[in-house]
């Protein structure tokens, strides 16, 4: 009964909900527990996805988690639940369906567009891209991810000097992890692919016009010392194929907010290091800003990148800053928002499905809005809230 | 032979001593003692003769102690009363009312005026009151003329305590008898009975002492009140007759469940909004916090702290705090709750409001729950603050390293 009337403000028909809540209100338990689970679909090909499946989960199919998330994209919190709850299955919300709505109507002649997502911590940002990841796959789009871009901030990494600029620093080490998570991740994708030109590394080394893709990515696997020019090599190649319409791209970007602050190191121990001295951030600023065709970058702004007594605000234009701002226009901003009452209950049905709530006093009425209130309608505290349940 | 006697009356007194020592505790009244002692010669024929005598002799020496102890008490009686017939008269004439029809309630209010007291406990504020209330105004002997004591327990030295432990024993074996008469016939089994237990709760330590100190003045320990509670527990959960029901009401007062602990008009105060809705503010303290708390009834379960939802708090704690009045009233999407909090940090803020919060939810509560909010304690202000450093010590407990040197 509840559901029923505080559904938050919706297009979708409201049979849905409406079945749901009848069922809740009926007098056993077990009587609606075998009726319907009405929090799942089917339907594990994203493309179908629509409006009617707001606030169902679906599982991703076991091949699929493998190669393209467990490896780099998700954290070890993630890859637990993963364990725990035998399955992997993302809840379908809207800021999700609204991004893969404007993906299926895209004018791809156009040059590159940038979406931004932004909400609270722990709001699900992340899995709303993850979403939209395993759609793009399933479209077959080449994927290219950051992770988690505030790693070449931190502290003490291996940093050399660029051998073309001096002004830039290099990140080997994180310019081979990227390296190889594309190659796995779009290996069936770029098999038949070959350089456009010649790339000079050094005075010796040079890779020549016609090589595979493979095998200049490999390379730069191989000898790290040369991974960063490697990674432009790389970008300019993907520019120039979705340029002749041979691909399309995806470009991930988790926490941009961080290429306008300051890293954690100093140069030689005395000066600092700012964000845009780094090469990697510097290419991947030229991606963003180039003419591209059939390429699409996402990118989320985090709060989670600034320090721990700044975390409070989530506004775009708090944690980018002015220049930031400037960089991205024109971008389509997305808010991720919080857990709606229907999206409470949906998940509270799935805890319960997966025996993540076991107290008997949680899956009651009184119980379920308890945890309500404690959570907040803040995903991730809904999950802290119920690990002791 | 005379040399011996000594040690003979000694070993024998030990010996009755012992025994006394065993049937009534750990005290041995002397008076019995010197009924049995006799310093003057014993193994003589004469002693047999000569023994009554004596024996009244002896006796009449604890009877002149006795009467001499009467004659004091009421010499004494009577001049307090005459100091208080006096006093009477004085304040009747302070008072400007005619003695005669000055009450005790006069009494009480002048001495309250005259002699103010801030003491906390009533008992020991100064008082105006008859000998007669305050002390036993009759001496009773306890034993008759030849000595022998009414009381059949008088020797137990508590003879009323243990009269009623002997009385509620000898029920319990009659009871006893009757169910197992009742068993062997081979009746079924009786269906539950509500307990007295239940119903009723027993004499608590301090009425009990007052009890006996009043009515018999004896003076009774912590572990006779213990005994007689376990006691009459015992009795009361066994198939009891109607004489059995009125002999332990006497021990006991129905369980406070229909008190009401707190019924003042002040609590069912509410103002009413200009959209007509009803709400209550309420200030709650904890610790340097202070919180400003508004309830509005028939709301639909919005919290707002200074402008944010709950996520204001950050740890579970403080949140669970906020949100325990309102799963205790079962009033969770029922009300709606803004409040403004200032100072103190995160664990203070969330007790002033959870304070804050109880106090302005009475009005829309029923008497029971106002009870039961009162009586978890939910509605005090927490009193508990940081203790102050100590000179000599680093800090409140803690103290410098002890050196030997």
Redesign the interface.
């Known amino acids: 009964m509840a559901s029923v009337i505080y559904r938050i403000v919706s297009k979708q028909p409201s049979g849905y909900c409406i079945n749901s809540s009848l069922l809740r209100s009926s007098s056993s338990l077990k009587c609606w527990q075998r009726c319907v689970t009405t929090f799942r679909t089917e339907i594990s090909d994203p493309s179908e996805h629509s409006f009617d499946h707001e606030g169902q989960f679906y599982t991703i199919p076991k091949k699929d988690v493998q190669k393209i998330f467990m490896l780099n994209w998700m954290s070890p919190h993630e890859k637990n639940m993963n364990k725990m709850f035998q399955e992997f299955s993302i809840l379908i919300r809207r800021p999700a369906l609204e991004v893969m709505d404007i993906l299926k109507r895209l004018n791809y002649n156009y040059p590159l567009t940038r979406f931004l997502l932004y909400g609270e911590m722990n709001a699900g940002k992340k899995f709303t891209m993850t979403h939209i990841m395993h759609y793009c796959r399933s479209q077959n789009w080449v994927l290219l991810t950051v992770p988690w871009a505030n790693e070449w901030n931190c502290k003490r990494l291996d940093v050399s000097f660029n051998h073309h600029k001096e002004s830039l620093f290099d990140l080997p080490v994180h310019s081979k992890i990227l390296l190889e998570d594309f190659l796995l991740k779009n290996m069936s994708l770029i098999k038949e692919f070959t350089t456009s030109t010649t790339y000079e590394f050094s005075e010796h080394e040079a890779s020549e016009q016609g090589i595979p893709l493979t095998d200049l990515i490999s390379f730069g696997i191989t000898r790290m010392k040369f991974a960063n020019d490697v990674v432009g090599a790389l970008l300019k190649e993907l520019q120039i194929l979705a340029n002749n319409d041979k691909i399309k791209l995806l470009v991930t970007i988790r926490g941009i907010n961080s290429f306008w602050r300051k890293t954690g190191q100093k140069k030689e121990k005395v000066q600092e290091i700012h964000a845009q001295q780094l090469t990697l951030v510097n290419q991947f600023m030229e991606l963003l800003q180039s003419d591209t065709k059939n390429a699409v970058a996402m990118c989320s702004t985090e709060s989670w990148v600034n320090d721990v007594t700044d975390r409070k605000s989530y506004l775009p234009t708090e944690l980018m800053g002015k220049e930031g701002v400037d960089f991205l226009e024109p971008f389509l901003p997305i808010e991720v928002p919080k857990y709606g009452n229907a999206e409470l209950q949906s998940v509270m049905d799935y805890y319960i499905d997966r025996r993540w709530i076991q107290a008997p006093e949680a899956k009651t009425l009184d119980g379920r809005a308890q945890i309500k209130f404690l959570s907040g309608h803040n995903p991730y505290q809904l999950y802290r809230v119920c690990v002791p349940l | 032979m005379a040399a011996s006697i000594p040690t003979a009356t000694r070993s024998f007194i030990k010996f009755i001593g012992s025994e006394l020592w065993f049937s009534t505790g750990y005290r041995t009244p002397s008076k019995c003692l010197t009924r049995t002692l006799s310093t003057q010669s014993v193994a003589s024929t004469d002693s047999e003769v000569t023994r009554p005598k004596r024996r009244a002799e002896k006796l009449s020496a604890a009877m002149k102690a006795f009467l001499k102890r009467a004659k004091e008490h009421e010499s004494k009686i009577n001049k307090y009363t005459e100091e208080y017939e006096l006093g009477r008269k004085h304040l009747a004439n302070m008072m400007g009312i005619h003695p005669d029809e000055m009450t005790q309630e006069h009494i009480n209010e002048a001495i309250r005026y005259l002699l103010p007291s801030g003491l906390f406990d009533k008992g020991s504020r100064p008082q105006f009151k008859h000998p007669k209330d305050i002390l036993p105004l009759n001496f009773d002997f306890p034993f008759d003329k030849a000595g022998r004591p009414y009381h059949y327990q008088y020797y137990t030295l508590l003879p009323n305590y243990h009269c009623i432990m002997s009385e509620a024993a000898w029920r319990m074996e009659c009871l006893r008898e009757e169910e197992v008469r009742i068993g062997s016939t081979g009746a079924p089994p009786q269906e539950e009975m509500k307990h007295l237990s239940e119903e009723y709760e027993w004499m608590d330590l301090r009425t009990f002492l007052n009890y006996f100190k009043s009515n018999h003045s004896e003076v009774v320990q912590v572990n006779e009140h213990n005994r007689f509670v376990i006691l009459m527990t015992k009795l009361s959960k066994m198939r009891l007759r109607e004489q059995d029901v009125a002999f332990l009401k006497q021990f006991g007062s129905p369980k406070t469940s229909e008190i009401n602990v707190m019924d003042t008009e002040e609590i069912k105060k509410f103002y009413v909004n200009e959209q007509g809705r009803k709400f209550r503010t309420k200030n709650g303290y904890r610790k340097s916090a202070i919180a400003q708390v508004t309830v509005y009834a028939e709301g ?2 919005i ?1 707002e702290i200074n402008g944010k ?3 204001y708090f950050e740890s ?1 704690y403080a ?2 705090q906020v ?1 325990f009045p ?2 205790l009233t ?1 009033s ?2 029922k009300v709606d709750v803004h409040a403004r909090v200032e100072g103190g940090g995160e664990m203070g803020q969330s007790g002033a409001i959870r304070h804050g919060l109880s106090n302005a939810l009475l009005p829309f509560v029923s008497q029971q729950m106002v009870n039961k909010l009162s009586l978890s304690g939910l509605l005090d202000r927490d009193s508990r603050v940081k203790e102050r450093n100590k000179p000599g010590q680093k800090k409140a407990r803690k103290q410098f390293q002890w050196r030997a040197r």
């Open positions: 639909e379960g919290l939802g709950i996520e579970q949140r669970e949100l309102l799963v079962s969770l999407n």
